[in-house]
């Protein structure tokens, strides 16, 4: 147990389905993050929150939205997805966004997404 | 374009010690992280190095050279539950993180 909860751990979706990850943190922390992990390749950021506002949205297709209601929940909704969007969504939390000194990242177990 | 390196899979023996290497390529740099992911779980951090050198912590270690681009994770007294993938990240000048694609390390008895 990290201090970062990501439900669904498994999520098996049509294309035509409209689906949300959920993402909690219990560490008092600032930022919040969505990354893409696919197998073999690197980590790909999503989106970055700080303060409960969004500072980064690195090029993501809008069937991806992102939701910060508060600096210990992020939300990211799905919806038309396509099969190349299989992959497990990870979420993180840091005590500051990218500013200065070593930002540590606190990663949840992510999100197994497959889209059929 | 920015870029880390690391070998995709390595196999090492119970008992034993294995390094691993990162060479980066990026827009500046703030600092390099290790983090370790066993299967079907988060990554966590291990190493924060941003001066050159050799940072000690327990089993573990890691090392940078800025001036060569050039960082690896040294693990000793090899156990099986050390079988992980391993990235390796860095903070590029805007303290974004670049990271590498993981390196699987592979523990044999």
């Known amino acids: 147990e990290t201090g970062v909860t990501q439900t669904p751990r498994h999520l098996v979706m049509g294309m035509t389905n409209k689906k949300s990850l959920k993402c909690e943190q219990h560490?008092?922390?600032?930022?919040m993050y969505w990354y893409k992990q696919s197998a073999k390749k690197p980590l790909e950021l999503m989106f970055v929150?700080?303060?409960?506002?969004?500072?980064e949205n690195n090029s993501v297709p809008s069937r991806f939205s992102p939701e910060c209601p508060n600096s210990s929940h992020l939300f990211l909704h799905l919806h038309t997805l396509q099969p190349e969007d299989s992959a497990l969504y990870l979420c993180?939390?840091?005590?500051?966004?990218?500013?200065?000194?070593?930002?540590?990242?606190?990663f949840g177990a992510g999100s197994r997404l497959t889209v059929l | 374009g920015q870029n880390i390196d690391q070998p995709t899979e390595m196999t090492a023996t119970e008992g034993a010690i294995v390094q691993i290497n990162c060479t980066y390529q990026?827009?500046?740099?703030?600092?390099l992280f290790w983090y370790q992911q066993h299967a079907g779980e988060a990554p966590t951090f291990l190493s924060y190095?941003?001066l050159d050198g050799l940072e000690e912590k327990g089993r573990f270690s890691s090392f940078l050279s800025r001036s060569k681009g050039y960082s690896y994770l040294l693990l000793k007294e090899l156990q099986m539950k050390d079988s992980a993938s391993y990235l390796c990240?860095?903070?590029?000048?805007?303290?974004?993180?670049?990271w590498g694609a993981g390196t699987k390390l592979i523990i044999k008895p």
């Open positions: 993180a939390s840091s005590p500051k966004g990218e500013s200065s000194g070593a930002n540590v990242l606190t």
């Open positions: 560490l008092g922390h600032n930022a």
């Open positions: 929150y700080n303060f409960k506002e969004q500072t």
């Open positions: 990026t827009s500046g740099f703030n600092g």
């Open positions: 190095n941003v």
């Open positions: 990240a860095v903070q590029d000048s805007n303290y974004q993180l670049i």
